[in-house]
């Protein structure tokens, strides 16, 4: 409205000093303009964010995917006959659903009024994937880092050099690296060697499972566990 | 058990926050660390309604190790019927299914505990349910709307396996309706996480957990908050023959934010999250607050001349 007067209405009054007649026909082309709702201002607020509404506006809220694949009517037989003096009024016609094999992609390929109701899928090394959000699930797993409570060891650098990580109870990480005593076939390889590559295959050569904090198998991960991890690893 | 702390709370002062957490500290989890108890059964127990072609199944709160124990079914006659028994290691589920459709009356089953995958879990708790199986064959699919709405909340759950305090995101999900066959009190609800900030790359969505229906259409999620941003979640409906509703095309969605927490000056070693020196170090500056500020007030008291 502000706009309207500042920018629309004020010249028209300027104008309307100068030239009646151009100013009667300016008025009628901003009454006009008015009325269709064209704005510079809404133009570009619509432009700037065309997702404003899809999103609701908020952080939460739910999202579908889309809708069954439709295909408009066929206009013929359809179309209003024109009548003398009048425009052809559209009429609206419900989308048409046409059938296909369902897929797993967020639609209702075979018009049966359910997105996506699919069969489970067996995974080789066990559960199922499920069609959500338009595709497959990944195949689940025992636990999503370690298995809950198991143990691999570490080494530290300090006192015995030796240590022990528990696995989280939600199997989502590891703790830290605890100081404990190293077994007797392993205690003197960590008094003459410390925190060292001999000392970790001294884990790996006792049947423990080791974090390859010396990168053993020298593929440049140091984060990764070797030796007998059957119970700690998820797969 | 643990305690929750309001969003909106989270974000103001830190101070406060501080103070809160410092005070207030951690609850033990109930949970035992990497036991593998049967924290779920298909059907549940006191379950009637169940269907003669039912799959029978006990979900296992941390991965087993499956060693051919025995599940014992009765009829209400007491004679022991027939399954066959499969032991899944990825979803930590063991099914048993009938070798004869079920006669309609009341059954009486035994899960077995078994051994966890862990040294430190020991033998889980089986568990014994009681349920009534009507004549009817479930033949349909479930129908679901889909997860409708969520909400989210930070807490601070004990980790019992590592006797500490950690950062936990609780999402607050609103379940739709849902129908099938034996009514919805006999589905279980899968919730898949189909957006994670901590991994944005991730395009196939994860299981974080098998529930059971819940009858308030009320579902509590809790992930770890490692990483704030856009997260997703979508669900559907499985019934006990394994067949899979619609539904999880409807995804729900919120932006989390990261936990402004506020240990406190530890006066312990480094990495020490016990709630005991915080709380220490809280009264220490307190007390030394008060000091100084009494020093000073007697200090602008103006002496008798």
């Known amino acids: 409205m502000l706009y309207v007067s500042k920018v629309v209405a004020l010249p028209i009054v300027c ?11 300016v008025l009628l082309c901003a009454v006009a303009c008015a009325r ?112 809950p409570g198991s143990v691999r060891v570490c080494q530290n650098s300090f006192c015995s050099f030796w240590g022990a990580q528990e696995c989280a109870a939600d199997g989502q990480g590891f703790g830290s690296c605890r100081e404990a005593e190293p077994p007797s076939e392993c205690a003197a390889t960590a008094r003459k060697f410390e925190d060292s590559k001999q000392l970790e295959q001294c884990c790996l050569d006792n049947g423990y499972c080791c974090l390859d904090e010396h990168d ?10 070797l030796g007998a991890c059957g119970d700690v690893v998820c797969q | 058990m643990s305690w929750v702390w309001p969003a909106a709370a989270a974000r103001s002062s830190a101070l406060l926050v501080g103070v809160g957490l410092a005070l207030l500290g951690g609850t033990a989890h109930a949970a035992p660390c990497g036991r593998p108890d049967v924290d779920l059964t298909f ?22 190790r499956y060693a051919d124990e025995v599940v014992s079914l009765l009829d209400d006659g007491g004679r022991n019927i027939g399954v066959t028994l499969a032991y899944d290691d990825a979803d930590s589920m063991l099914r048993a299914t009938p070798d004869q459709p079920l006669a309609a009356g009341h059954f009486d089953l035994v899960w077995p505990g078994l051994r966890g995958v862990s040294g430190s879990g020991g033998v889980g708790r089986g568990r014994s349910v009681g349920f009534t199986v009507t004549s009817t064959v479930d033949a349909t699919p479930p129908v679901f709307e889909g997860l409708s709405d969520i909400g989210w909340d930070l807490a601070r759950d004990r980790d019992p396996c590592l006797d500490r305090l950690d950062d936990r995101f609780v999402f607050q999900l609103r379940v739709g309706q849902a129908s099938d066959d034996s009514g919805s009190a006999l589905l279980s609800l899968l919730v898949f996480e189909t957006e994670d900030p901590a991994a944005p790359a991730q395009t196939e969505p994860s299981r974080v957990g098998v ?70 170090a809280w009264v220490a500056m307190l007390a030394l607050a008060a000091l100084r500020r009494g020093r000073a007030a007697h200090a602008r008291t103006p002496r008798a001349v």
């Open chain 2, 43 to 64: 059907p549940p127990d006191g379950a009637t309604a169940v269907p003669s072609n039912a799959i029978l199944a006990a979900h296992y709160g941390s991965p087993a």
């Open chain 2, 211 to 280: 529930r059971a229906w819940p009858t308030d259409g009320k579902l509590e999620v809790r992930r770890p908050a490692k990483k704030a941003g856009q997260t997703c979640f979508a669900a559907v409906a499985q019934d006990l023959i394994g067949s899979v509703s619609g539904g999880g095309e409807r995804e729900v969605c919120v932006k989390t934010q990261k936990p402004p927490f506020f240990d406190g000056c530890a006066v312990s070693v480094a990495g020490s999250t016990a709630p005991g020196a915080s709380v220490s």
């Open chain 1, 216 to 225: 053993l198998d020298g593929d440049g991960n140091r984060r990764e566990m």
């Open chain 1, 15 to 25: 104008q309307a000093r100068r030239s009646r007649g151009w100013a009667a026909v």
């Open chain 1, 36 to 147: 269709t709702g064209l704005y510079p201002g809404d133009l570009s607020e619509t432009e700037a964010d065309p997702d404003a509404n899809a999103s609701g506006g908020a952080n939460a809220g739910a999202k579908a995917s889309g809708g069954a694949p439709v295909q408009p009517l066929p206009t013929s037989g359809v179309a209003p006959v024109p009548t003398a003096g009048m425009a052809p009024v559209p009429v609206e016609q419900p989308p048409v659903c046409v059938p296909s094999p369902e897929t797993c992609n967020g639609r209702d390929d075979d018009c049966n009024g359910a997105v996506d109701d699919l069969p489970a899928q067996a995974c080789p090394g066990g559960g199922f994937r499920f069609c959500v959000a338009g595709r497959l699930s990944e195949c689940p797993r025992r636990c999503d880092v370690c298995v």
